[in-house]
């Protein structure tokens, strides 16, 4: 290949939390970028600084219409979809079409160009598992018709018609399952914990605990991931390769992190559990540790702290966050004193 050559990458769901990064990330190693996205749920800022670039390509489109995209493509990244249980209980249609028709047009558009095709599946595949921690042969134990199943057989679905599209028409396919992702540029008002727990704790309210708080998730930082999904399209794997942090934590305790992270007064206040919610979930990640030689680096007080220090820009929380980390700065300096800010590791 002409060493000058840029690969082409086409990113569905581009402007998404999580296809955000993974443009940057492709286009820092060189990449040409075609960013598509519906704006159902992605954002069109969280690629704005992107504008302008000559190898950076933003099209409006739901990938329910057929793709069309000029010139060659190496790669296709399927992250459209809407991802988190408050954006597909309120858009549980078009959360289906995307996972059928859209998955489908995303194949058809690889098989059109001779590209690899990556799918960003979900550890909702597993459903509420009985098998922990969750490894890629476990079948998972998913309810077919209760209100998560419009993302979670979505995703099924779409994990068929990529192996169908492998075995039957030759598409050099790659599935991840991707878990409970965190990081930057996820929308306070998405509905998942992290972002329910910081805006919750800037703003001094009760932090809403669903349930007993005694269920577990594992928790990714952004960069982690996108590093994971780059591994997995430049492989010659055909996967399925879960992709998550192994650190499991009770979500209980994860709130009281947030809380102590920030500094907050906010105390915790238990709230009905959504129907179907896992009770545990981890991965376990010996494939992406074997087969891609990844694994996660970023711990998770790191991550957290990179996390609130981008809402408390956002939330206009900044002077705020800033105080409560002078004063912990400087009772650091002062020995004896204890601080008021901790992360718990
Ligand atoms: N959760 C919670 N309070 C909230 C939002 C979520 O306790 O305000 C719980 C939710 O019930 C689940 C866990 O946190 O047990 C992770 O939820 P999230 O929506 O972030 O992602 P999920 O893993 O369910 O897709």
């Not at 219409?65 to 060659?72: E, L, M, Q």
């Not at 399927?78 to 489908?104: I, M, V």
Request: hydrophobic share 35%; charged share 25%; proline share 7%.
């Amino acid at each position: 290949m002409n060493p000058s050559y840029s690969p082409h990458s086409v990113v569905l769901g581009g402007s998404g939390f999580v296809g955000s990064h993974l443009c940057d990330r492709l286009l820092e190693a060189g990449h040409r970028v075609t960013c598509v996205d519906s704006l159902l749920t992605g954002r069109r800022s969280n690629v704005a600084h992107l504008d302008g670039r000559s190898d950076f390509r933003f099209v409006e489109q739901d990938i329910c219409s057929p793709i069309a995209v000029d010139g060659p493509v190496e790669t296709v990244f399927h992250l459209a979809s809407p991802a988190s249980p408050k954006d597909y209980y309120t858009y549980p249609l078009e959360t289906l079409a995307t996972g059928s028709t859209g998955t489908r047009n995303a194949l058809e558009l690889a098989r059109r160009h001779g590209a690899r095709f990556l799918l960003a599946s979900t550890s909702e595949v597993y459903g509420d598992p009985e098998i922990h921690p969750q490894q890629e042969d476990y079948w998972g134990r998913v309810n077919p018709i209760g209100p998560r199943s419009v993302y979670d057989e979505a995703k099924r679905f779409s994990e068929a018609i990529t192996a169908a599209y492998r075995r039957e028409l030759d598409v050099d396919t790659v599935i991840v399952r991707i878990f409970n992702t965190y990081g930057p540029r996820m929308r306070a008002a998405d509905g998942r914990a992290l972002p329910a727990f910081v805006s919750q704790a800037f703003a001094g309210e009760p932090v809403t605990v669903h349930g007993d708080g005694l269920q577990t998730r594992s928790f990714c930082f952004v960069s982690d991931l996108v590093d994971g999904l780059f591994r997995a399209a430049m492989s010659g794997e055909a996967g399925p390769i879960n992709l998550g942090n192994p650190e499991e934590i009770t979500i209980g305790e994860f709130a009281q992190e947030v809380i102590d992270c920030i500094g907050s007064p906010s105390e915790l206040v238990f709230t009905p559990r959504p129907v179907d919610d896992p009770t545990v979930r981890r991965p376990d990640i010996t494939r992406a540790r074997t087969l891609l030689g990844w694994e996660p680096r970023v711990p998770r007080k790191d991550g957290l702290k990179r996390t609130i220090d981008y809402f408390a820009v956002e939330l206009g929380f900044e002077s705020a966050q800033r105080r409560v980390t002078d004063r912990a700065s400087r009772r650091r300096s002062a020995p004896a004193a204890r601080s008021a800010v901790t992360v718990p590791s």
